[in-house]
């Protein structure tokens, strides 16, 4: 008789951590073959400096998330052997400053899990100076001799050499917010209200004070005009709206609201407007070498036909001229979903897709398993900004919606980028490890 195993969630962390460290080794020496036509030793020590760093992470949540899910952080870490591999592909500079980042969000992510492990709820206690914080991060780009404006939006704050996005703060504090307000006022916000044709309104008393602090973070993004964190934001709200209140009323009036302010900002904000245009034609020869225009979007529809089924193989995409000169803007940040797929083919880029769906959907498990509301909607609301960060860079380099600006998450290059989501998937393993330890002393009793 066989007897099944059931190995220990820590257990299965650690063994599922082995296929991130294969990728980085076997995709390191894909790019040596093909770079020098040799199998270089340096791939293993990649790969065995990649897993050293997981499993450093791995003992923190052993001993102090023992019950924390087990499949989130591995999955990150797939994601980011992918991200280092790809961008050591296009740029060796790059690639190193991105390994320090990683670095860099491994100590913040247990940074994270130490400081806040025992009381989560103390963001709760500290929610409208958390929303202020992301508000006022949303807007410093636009200081002078802080901000940078890049492609027609303002992204970067710049000191010194050092660049930040500081969005990629402001969702966190966001959505912190956006929870632990709804957590009190859930109740009256789906049962209160005067009823207006047949219609029941929210009480504005409880409504009034989510629609200012969202509506802030919202025209800051419209004046630094970083629309793809906007639609990232404005999904966020509709979401935790909905499971806070179970009303569809509300994302329903609200995606209405959202169609036709994107309509009108379509129409009347030159920069969006030259957005809409490069997603309408991107072939069209007149929008081709405007700024703004479709060059991109074009390169990016071009780089993924080029890769088929199965893909170009590494290194064997071509992204620069032999002068040097690009032919895929950005490679690194907004159109690398465009070079995996072009090497890796498009089982390639489906197995990148359904390894984010995998995350979402455990992400979206811990808000079910969750205990208390707050928690809940936390767990959502981060699940959620992944899910739509996910599709509007995606959407956006396939012609599904207009291009934008923003990163895909744990893969392309960007410091920022890197850290905040590692504190994310660090406020995700903690709701998990408490509402996981319930359900197993539940089971005991």
Known sequence: MVTAVMLRPRTRELFALTP???????????????????????????????????????????????????????????????????????????????????????VLFVVTILALRRDLHVLERYRYTIALFGIGMLLVPRLPGLG??????????????????????????????????????RQLLATGGRRVLGVTLPPMKQFGPLLVVWGSAMA?????????????????????????????????????????????????????HQRVLAWEHPFDPALYNRPGGSYQ???????????????????????????GASILPVPESDLIYSVITNELGLLGACGLLITYLLFVARGLKVATLANDSFSKLLATGLSVVVALQVFVIVGGVTRVI????????????????????????ALLLIVSDR????ARQGRAA
């Open 435 to 438: 509402a996981r330890r319930a």
């Open 297 to 323: 979007l074009a390169q990016s529809l071009f780089a993924q036909a080029d890769g088929g089924l199965l893909g170009t193989g590494f290194d064997q995409s071509l992204l620069r001229l032999p002068s």
């Open 20 to 106: 991130a460290a294969l990728l980085v080794t076997g995709g390191f020496a894909a790019i040596f073959i093909q770079a020098q036509n040799r199998l270089s030793d340096v791939s293993l020590t990649y790969g065995a400096a990649f897993l050293v760093l997981c499993l450093g992470a791995h003992v923190v949540i052993r001993f102090a998330l023992p019950d924390a899910d087990p499949y989130l952080f591995p999955l990150a870490a797939v994601l980011a052997s992918v991200g280092i591999v790809m961008v050591y592909r296009i740029d060796t500079t790059l690639a190193r400053q991105q390994a320090q980042w990683f670095v860099v969000g491994l």
């Open 220 to 272: 800051m993004l419209l004046i630094t005009r970083e629309l793809g964190t906007s639609l990232m934001f404005y999904g966020a709200f509709l979401a935790l709206l909905y499971v806070a209140t179970s009303r569809f009323s509300f994302p329903l009036v609200g995606m209405v609201l959202f169609l036709g302010g994107a309509w009108l900002i379509a129409g009347h904000v030159g920069h969006v």
């Open 402 to 425: 207009p291009l934008t600006g923003v990163t895909l998450p744990f893969v392309a290059y960007g410091g920022s980028s890197v850290i905040m989501n590692f504190v994310l998937l």
């Open 148 to 185: 940078e404006q890049v492609n027609g939006a303002y992204l970067n704050i710049r000191l010194g050499s050092l660049k930040f996005q500081p969005a990629e703060l402001a969702k966190l504090a966001i959505v912190i917010f956006l929870a632990s307000y709804l957590r009190d006022t």
